[in-house]
T-cell receptor, first 109, second 116 residues
Framework: GQNIDQPTEMTATEGAIVQINCTYQ??????LFWYQQHAGEAPTFLSYNVLDGLEEKGRFSSFLSRSKGYSYLLLKELQMKDSASYLCAVRDSNYQLIWGAGTKLIIKP | ETGVTQTPRHLVMGMTNKKSLKCEQH?????MYWYKQSAKKPLELMFVYNFKEQTENNSVPSRFSPECPNSSHLFLHLHTLQPEDSALYLC???????????????FGPGTRLLVL
């Protein structure tokens, strides 16, 4: 079966760095997405990786290793507004998105 | 209006009611999706429409009935729902890629549904 694993919840301190991991087992691979979802709001697109390596976008970076079936989202200089759920999703060989259950990130002052 | 909009934002209904959820996208995309989001579970894809044609129906019960009159509008008609159908219903849209693959999906704010 197809599976996406990510931690259920993480806690970090304002101003610090946090890494949210995602491992996947899917039938084929056509890219990996990270979305941010604040409580009661729409998921919003953060990043897309299809080749191995690190993609940097401001305070957020996303890393992919296809051989290991592994990705992480790195958030630097954490702000209170970064408190949200972070969803990992993989596009399989049929171009269908397989979603993880999300990681709830709690930022403390 | 920009992006993807959904109405209503909140809905409470009894098990014998009939209601409809509406989604509209202003992004010029050609694919639209209905997802169900329950607490601490992955997003569940319910239906996919591509150029107004339904291309996916992931074993969704018949009490959920989608309608896509044009590439900008998507409805989800609800009839005789069960309490376990209470969830956040999200609409999304994307532009199909040249190989038929679906590009980044953009989501609406969702309808929070409570079935009593």
């Amino acid at each position: 079966g197809q599976n996406i694993d990510q931690p259920t919840e993480m806690t970090a301190t304002e101003g610090a760095i946090v890494q949210i991991n995602c491992t996947y087992q899917t039938s084929g691979f056509n890219g990996l997405f990270w979305y941010q979802q604040h409580a009661g709001e729409a998921p919003t697109f953060l990043s897309y990786n299809v080749l191995d390596g690190l993609e940097e976008k401001g305070r957020f970076s996303s890393f992919l290793s296809r051989s290991k079936g592994y990705s992480y989202l790195l958030l630097k200089e954490l702000q209170m507004k970064d408190s949200a759920s972070y969803l990992c999703a993989v596009r399989d060989s049929n171009y269908q998105l397989i979603w993880g259950a999300g990681t709830k990130l709690i930022i403390k002052p | 209006e920009t992006g993807v909009t959904q109405t209503p934002r909140h809905l409470v209904m009894g098990m014998t009611n009939k209601k409809s959820l509406k989604c509209e996208q202003h992004l010029g995309h050609n694919a639209m999706y209905w997802y169900k989001q329950s607490a601490k579970k992955p997003l569940e894809l319910m239906f996919v429409y591509n150029f107004k044609e339904q291309t996916e129906n992931n074993s969704v019960p018949s009490r959920f009935s989608p309608e896509c009159p044009n590439s900008s509008h998507l409805f989800l008609h609800l009839h005789t729902l069960q309490p376990e159908d209470s969830a956040l219903y999200l609409c999304a849209s994307s532009q199909d890629g040249p190989a038929g693959g679906q590009e980044t999906q953009y989501f609406g704010p969702g309808t929070r549904l409570l079935v009593l």
